[in-house]
């Protein structure tokens, strides 16, 4: 074994599990309240509408504060930063047990938006910190995980808890659960301050050869890219490609949001009992981890950025199809939530590692804040669309539909980027200049 390939190995090892548990405690964090509205809304007199806006009200706050959350990440380090944005987000998700209405529900909601700015691209930027373009889909693939995964254990503890601490201590189920989930993001977070180390260079873990042989493919391949053209940061908000990836991934996103906050619901439509909510979803959300394993390792197999993200995101499309035309039989209607959850979460991890293959430094950091920012968009309006439509229609038919129309929408936008890099190669052959294939 190199010298390389062991430094990849051990840092792998070290730091994917960790990351994973970040993003594991962070997505569950963001979604647990998809289960505490089974008790919540009724405990405090909330709406399905309002729900929804309050569920929404997240993504404004993190909207906002991503793109600056990042640039001062890449000032202060991913070690610094991640682990004060767990600390108060871990904060910020215990105080919604205090939750007693809806202006409480939506200033809550908005904080926790807030402290969580800039999580997910810090780790996205640190993993290209660590790993060289070869091993970078099945890293963020396994990185990826967290998401489903955090549902695949946390469904079941979540409705466990909302049954099983209901009452005790005078406090309501969904109140423990929030108090419970909430606590380990602030402990995780300052063990941030010890585990983590920002570059290969400075991992005491590493052999001073192994340091160096990985440092020195990572600051090749950055010079590589840099070398076909390197751009200034306030370039990347109007790089076509940019613009494009942020509309593959607000498309995307459409449906994961969709399911992540609503699920629970809908599947309750199924069943009386909280607990087979719980396992229900937490199947549904295995497939998806399956799902990640396979097409990643299928990415880097083959080298393909953009056609799995293109039959994923498609595939999704046709759960979603699935389960919106045939909602009068539960299995069926299951059965097309399965597949839209694993269409859409396994283009996820593939889709990220299309950024870096055309942009380095600040510039990165930047498009990537840039593109998850954009397409938190689809966080505010998608779970307030599906309260408003199941007031308005008495169903959620009508907002299944649009989340798989806007999975085929993806699938199409991610095709367009394809297109637009190889008409950039064409123009760079045609007049010798060096310009992001």
């Given at each position: 074994m190199s010298a390389q390939e062991s430094a990849i190995r051990k840092a792998s090892v070290r730091l994917v599990p960790f990351?994973?548990?970040?993003?594991?405690?962070?997505?569950?964090?963001?979604?647990?309240?998809?289960?505490?509205?089974?008790?919540?809304?009724?405990?405090?007199?909330?709406?399905?509408?309002?729900?929804?806006?309050?569920?929404?009200?997240?993504?404004?706050?993190?909207?906002?504060?991503?793109?600056?959350?990042?640039?001062?990440?890449?000032?202060?380090?991913?070690?610094?930063?991640?682990?004060?944005?767990?600390?108060?987000?871990?904060?910020?998700s215990v105080a919604m047990?205090?939750?007693?209405?809806?202006?409480?529900?939506?200033?809550?909601?908005?904080?926790?938006?807030?402290?969580e700015a800039g999580f997910f691209p810090a780790v996205i930027v640190h993993l290209s910190h660590w790993f060289p373009r070869a091993n970078r889909a099945r890293v963020t693939g396994l990185f990826f995980i967290a998401v489903p995964l955090s549902s695949v254990l946390g469904a079941p503890v979540s409705t466990a808890l909302l049954d099983y601490t209901h009452g005790f201590g005078?406090?309501?189920?969904?109140?423990?659960?929030?108090?419970?989930?909430?606590?380990?993001?602030?402990l995780i977070g300052i063990s941030c301050l010890w585990y983590l180390v920002d570059r290969p260079a400075e991992a005491k873990w590493l052999t001073p050869q192994e340091a160096r042989s990985l440092q020195d493919v990572l600051d090749r391949e950055k010079a590589e890219t840099e070398a076909q053209r390197k751009y200034h940061f306030?370039?990347?908000?109007?790089?076509?490609?940019?613009v494009i990836l942020a509309l593959v991934l607000l498309l995307t996103v459409s449906g994961s949001y969709g399911v992540g906050f609503w699920m629970p619901q809908i599947i309750k439509l199924f069943t009386t009992s909280n607990m087979a909510v719980g396992w229900i979803t937490s199947g549904i959300y295995l497939l998806s981890v399956l799902g990640m394993i396979g097409l990643t390792r299928y990415s880097d197999a083959t080298g393909q950025r953009v056609a799995p993200v293109a039959i994923s995101t498609a595939v999704g499309g046709i759960g979603f199809l699935l389960c919106m035309s045939h909602f009068d039989s539960p299995m069926i209607a299951i059965t097309g939530l399965a597949i839209a959850c694993m269409g859409t979460f396994s283009a996820l991890p593939v889709f990220w590692t299309n950024p870096s293959t055309f942009l380095t430094g600040t510039a990165a950091a930047v498009a990537i804040a840039f593109i998850n920012s954009?397409?938190?968009?689809?966080?505010?309006?998608?779970?307030?669309?599906?309260?408003?439509?199941?007031?308005?229609?008495?169903?959620?038919?009508?907002?299944?539909?649009?989340?798989?129309?806007?999975?085929?929408?993806?699938?199409?936008?991610?095709?367009?980027?394809?297109?637009l890099g190889g008409a950039a190669a064409a123009a760079a052959a045609s007049r010798s200049a060096k310009i992001a294939p």
């Open positions: 990351l994973c548990l970040l993003y594991f405690i962070s997505y569950l964090d963001r979604v647990n309240i998809g289960f505490a509205a089974l008790q919540m809304n009724a405990d405090v007199g909330i709406s399905a509408a309002a729900y929804g806006l309050g569920a929404s009200m997240f993504f404004v706050g993190y909207l906002l504060f991503e793109v600056p959350s990042n640039l001062v990440m890449e000032k202060v380090g991913a070690r610094r930063w991640l682990a004060r944005i767990m600390i108060t987000w871990g904060l910020a047990m205090f939750v007693v209405g809806e202006k409480s529900l939506y200033a809550i909601r908005f904080l926790l938006g807030v402290a005078g406090l309501q189920g969904w109140q423990w659960m929030f108090l419970l989930e909430g606590l380990p993001a602030v306030l370039e990347v908000f109007t790089h076509p490609r940019v954009a397409a938190q968009l689809s966080g505010i309006a998608v779970p307030w669309f599906i309260g408003l439509s199941r007031e308005a229609t008495g169903g959620f038919e009508m907002a299944i539909g649009g989340l798989g129309l806007s999975l085929f929408l993806a699938s199409a936008a991610i095709l367009c980027f394809k297109m």
